[in-house]
């Protein structure tokens, strides 16, 4: 069975401009998970969805937002571009068969904002 | 909140070295614990988990026990390899369903020199 994901693996932008990183869940999973890793903050939980419903959400400012397709594919779109937005962006996916699946990770798009 | 608390890094060991990577928590109830491993340049994976009290998780000569009357989840291994070397984040999970939000450590960086 494919793992989880994630395209691109490398991407560049600049300050202002948007962003959209993708993430294909493993094949029959249907909640995806997304968090940022930065080497001052750590790994921070960014949003959850679950059959194309947001179900949870960490404190990230609006700019930061995602969606979820009815194949269970998500995107997660940044907005006006900062410096801090410089990270490992990272998903992942669960099965939510029984109550305490293992979430698998993608390999993480790695975003760096000039 | 809910809080990680990890060992600070980074640890440095000879080859067929006793580990200890020490970890405790903050949450309210019974929630899940997790060992996630990163390789340079990957995302995370998997290592072990442990959903209730007394639990003891297991993968690849890594151990960890659930203790609640400490609040901890220390990862132990008796003969680390070079192989072994990487980043260690332990995590926890509410035990609700609908809450898959992990909550992270700041990771330990583990360095075998043969």
């Known amino acids: 069975k494919a793992g989880v994901t994630q395209t691109p693996r490398y991407l560049i932008k600049t300050r202002g401009q948007q962003v959209t990183l993708s993430c294909s869940p493993i094949?029959?999973?249907?909640?995806v998970s997304w968090y940022q890793q930065t080497p001052g903050q750590g790994l921070q939980f960014l949003f959850e969805?679950?059959?194309?419903?947001?179900?949870n959400k960490g404190n990230f400012p609006g700019r930061f937002s995602g969606r979820q397709f009815s194949n269970s594919r998500s995107e997660m779109n940044v907005s006006t571009l900062e410096l801090g937005d410089s990270a490992l962006y990272l998903c992942?996916?669960?099965?939510?068969?029984?109550?305490?699946?293992?979430?698998?990770f993608g390999p993480g798009t790695r975003l760096l904002v000039l | 909140g809910d809080s990680v608390t990890q060992m600070e890094g980074p640890v440095t060991l000879s080859e067929e070295a006793f580990l200890t990577i020490n970890c405790t928590y903050t949450?309210?109830?019974?929630?899940?614990l997790f060992w996630y491993v990163q390789y340079p340049g990957e995302g995370l994976q998997l290592l072990l988990k442990?959903?209730?009290?007394?639990d003891k998780g297991s993968n690849k000569g890594f151990e960890a026990t659930y203790r609640k009357e400490t609040t901890s989840f220390h990862l132990e291994k008796g003969s680390v390899q070079v192989s072994d070397s990487a980043v260690y984040f332990c995590?926890?999970?509410?035990?609700?369903?609908?809450?898959?939000?992990?909550?992270f450590g700041t990771g330990t960086r583990l360095t075998i020199i043969p």
């Open positions: 992942a996916s669960s099965s939510l068969t029984g109550q305490m699946e293992t979430q698998y």
């Open positions: 094949s029959g999973h249907r909640s």
């Open positions: 969805y679950f059959s194309e419903t947001q179900r």
């Open positions: 949450a309210t109830g019974y929630p899940s």
């Open positions: 442990a959903t209730k009290a007394d």
């Open positions: 995590a926890l999970r509410r035990t609700n369903f609908g809450n898959e939000k992990l909550t």
